[in-house]
């Protein structure tokens, strides 16, 4: 009752700040590489928690004398993400962009750049974090269009070849490069460089990725490991569907 008393209003504005700061920290890092790092590290601090708990002297000796080392160590690896994180703030982006239908948008491209048999290759993230391939192209953190995906394709640019990273409504990296897979089974000539590197990427990720043969104007889908060409548009429009609304 006595900290009900003295609860203020100036304290709730305090907690509000917190939440919000905290909020925003798991944004930034929760489609990121480092998110697997922020885990290593609250393991690390429940087995320091655990250590002063049971009075374990040689670990909580340890953890005691690598403390301030550890805070540099995750300054140093945090850094892109504290530079996003105040570029965001000066640029007053914390709000996600509000642009059209993602699925829309990137069927409207597929159906364009099929027609025009200009090759391509649509990475949609789900869970796993598709950055470690971006970091190779160009970051863009632009709306995802289908005029900017036709933009990136149809032109002969230095993006051209390499593959688009989209997540949620945002077109976060072109140029990407993708790992390609080994697979040979079920292999043919109308299987080219951009369906191996997608068939790759489906091998090591969750993500869903749609491949434009530049020879026959075609659709494929790689997803899970596996490959099916020849995908009609209908059947590509209800995936993007599932994928977004999972």
């Known amino acids: 009752m006595a900290l009900l008393d003295s609860f203020r209003l100036l304290d709730l504005v305090d907690i509000a700040i917190i939440a919000v700061l905290l909020y925003q920290t798991y944004k930034i890092l929760v489609g990121s590489q480092a998110w697997n790092v922020v885990r290593g590290v609250m393991a690390l601090a429940g087995l320091w928690f655990l250590a002063s708990q049971l009075n374990l002297a040689a670990t909580k000796w340890i953890f005691d004398r690598a403390a301030p080392v550890a805070i540099l160590a995750v300054v140093v690896v945090f850094q892109p993400e504290l530079r996003a994180a105040l570029e965001r703030v000066g640029r007053g982006r914390f709000s996600r962009t509000v642009g059209g239908d993602p699925v829309q948008e990137i069927m409207s491209a597929v159906r364009e750049l099929a027609t025009q048999r200009a090759g391509a290759i649509i990475a949609v993230e789900r869970q796993t974090p598709l950055m470690e391939y971006g970091k190779i192209g160009t970051a863009l953190g632009a709306p995802v269009s289908s005029s900017l995906l036709q933009t990136i394709f149809v032109s002969k640019g230095p993006l051209h070849d390499g593959g688009v990273i989209v ?80």
């Open 167 to 246: 997540k949620d409504d945002i077109v976060t990296h072109a140029g990407a490069i993708f790992p390609l897979s080994d697979k040979h089974d079920g292999w043919s000539v109308k299987h080219g460089t951009r369906h191996r590197a997608a068939l790759g990427l489906s091998e090591v990720s969750d993500a869903l990725v749609i491949i434009i043969s530049e020879e026959r104007g075609t659709v494929s889908l790689a997803e899970n490991g596996v490959l099916k060409s020849d995908i009609a548009p209908a059947d590509v429009l209800k995936t993007l569907r599932e994928v977004y609304h999972q």
